[in-house]
């Protein structure tokens, strides 16, 4: 991936009536980058993209991409191509010729066109299918059909939207690993659009979580998932669990806060400008069961189960914590030996501070 941007989003915004599907949008996407927009449905991610492709166009602000100003310039005119979530292959036509379909305007010779179509075929792990038509493949092969159709035009960046979302689930865990494994070969830009969180952390060089046409939080997905900016953020990239806050103090040494159910907590390096309320968010997976009366953790609280969710290779427990009414979920791995407890049994959870988030600062919990 390069320092270098290839996308450049300028004060991006888009009306639909008085209602703003995008509201004044600013990104860089770098070249050979693995770029996705996150956010449920209405958010304004596909909006986004489409304006990137030239299919919309923008009420205010600009877009460049490779250093041109793309005002005016129609999509077919644009160094990008772009991955629908339906595949649009033709069903007339084989998969060579669906391949082909967009280089006849290059007007290429016979020998230099198979060659290309076969090269892109191969990229999509393809080969000797080129004879085939669209009602003999499955829906995995169509979309590789799709994707092998959109690369051969050798674009600068490939834009995709939602292109797994009719995937088995099976099948689209593949496609994540493949899709990402093509990217890496062929070195140009990626751009997806997807609401699934899982898929944008497992694929993503960096994550753009937008809600209600704006930019949330801009992150590499490790840094998204361990330092959400919000609340809305952490609550949209995998699960969290929420407890009020009052910050008691602050120092040069961090922020010293009593958290509702678990007591106070020093947050190392945390600054924010005042005492006052706040939420504090821990993902389950940083609380840790305790099994047997000699483990131990740098803090413990006791709780009785109210649930239990198995996974096979997990299990989700509802925990209610001892003389409160707060219940928290607690992930732990099925390691070997390690029993499953169930709804009435009494545990121990172990947590540290520095697992701990502080979101909304100085905002009352909701």
């Known amino acids: 991936m390069s320092n270098q941007p290839i996308i450049q989003v300028r004060d991006v915004a888009k009306y639909y009536g008085d209602e703003p599907a995008l509201a004044g949008v600013s990104l860089d996407i770098m070249a050979g980058e693995f770029f996705s927009l996150l956010g449920p449905s209405g958010c304004g991610k596909t909006t986004l993209l489409r304006m990137i492709s030239g299919f919309d166009v923008p009420d205010r602000g600009s877009?460049?991409?490779?250093?041109?100003?793309?005002?005016?310039?129609?999509?077919?005119?644009?160094?990008?191509?772009?991955?629908?979530?339906?595949?649009?292959?033709?069903?007339?036509?084989?998969?060579?010729?669906?391949?082909?379909?967009?280089?006849?305007?290059?007007?290429?010779?016979?020998?230099?066109?198979?060659?290309?179509v076969e090269e892109a075929l191969a990229l999509v792990a393809l080969e000797g299918y080129g004879g085939r038509q669209p009602h003999e493949l499955s829906g995995g092969q169509r979309q590789r059909v799709a994707l092998a159709r959109a690369l051969v035009m050798q674009p600068k960046v490939l834009l995709l939207d939602e292109p797994m979302s009719a995937l088995d689930k099976k099948l689209r865990e593949q496609m994540q690993t493949e899709l990402r494994r093509l990217q890496r070969a062929v070195g140009i830009t990626f751009v997806l659009v997807t609401h699934d969180q899982e898929e944008a952390l497992l694929m993503s060089d960096r994550i753009a979580v937008m809600f209600n046409g704006s930019i949330a939080q801009l992150d590499s997905p490790e840094g998204m998932y361990r330092r959400p900016v919000s609340r809305q953020v952490a609550s949209f990239i995998g699960m969290m669990n929420f407890l009020r806050a009052d910050i008691a103090s602050i120092d040069p040494s961090g922020a010293t806060v009593n958290i509702e159910a678990l007591g106070s907590a020093l947050?190392?390096?945390?600054?924010?400008?005042?005492?006052?309320?706040?939420?504090?968010?821990?993902?389950?997976?940083?609380?840790?069961?305790?099994?047997?009366?000699?483990?131990?953790?740098?803090?413990?609280?006791?709780?009785?189960?109210?649930?239990?969710?198995?996974?096979?290779?997990?299990?989700?427990?509802?925990?209610?914590?001892?003389?409160?009414?707060?219940?928290?979920?607690?992930?732990?791995?099925?390691t070997a030996g390690r029993p499953i407890l169930q709804a009435g049994d009494r545990t121990r959870i172990g947590w540290g501070a520095e697992s701990l988030v502080l979101l909304d600062p100085l905002e009352s919990a909701k």
């Open 267 to 334: 947050l190392p390096g945390v600054s924010v400008g005042k005492p006052g309320s706040a939420t504090i968010g821990i993902r389950p997976e940083m609380l840790t069961m305790l099994y047997g009366d000699h483990a131990t953790a740098e803090r413990v609280f006791r709780g009785k189960i109210v649930d239990t969710e198995y996974y096979g290779d997990l299990t989700l427990y509802q925990v209610r914590i001892d003389d409160t009414a707060t219940v928290v979920t607690v992930s732990m791995r099925n």
């Open 63 to 116: 877009i460049s991409i490779d250093g041109v100003d793309m005002a005016g310039v129609p999509p077919n005119r644009r160094p990008t191509n772009m991955v629908f979530q339906s595949y649009a292959i033709f069903p007339h036509l084989s998969v060579a010729q669906n391949v082909a379909y967009g280089l006849k305007r290059l007007r290429l010779g016979r020998v230099e066109t198979k060659r290309r």
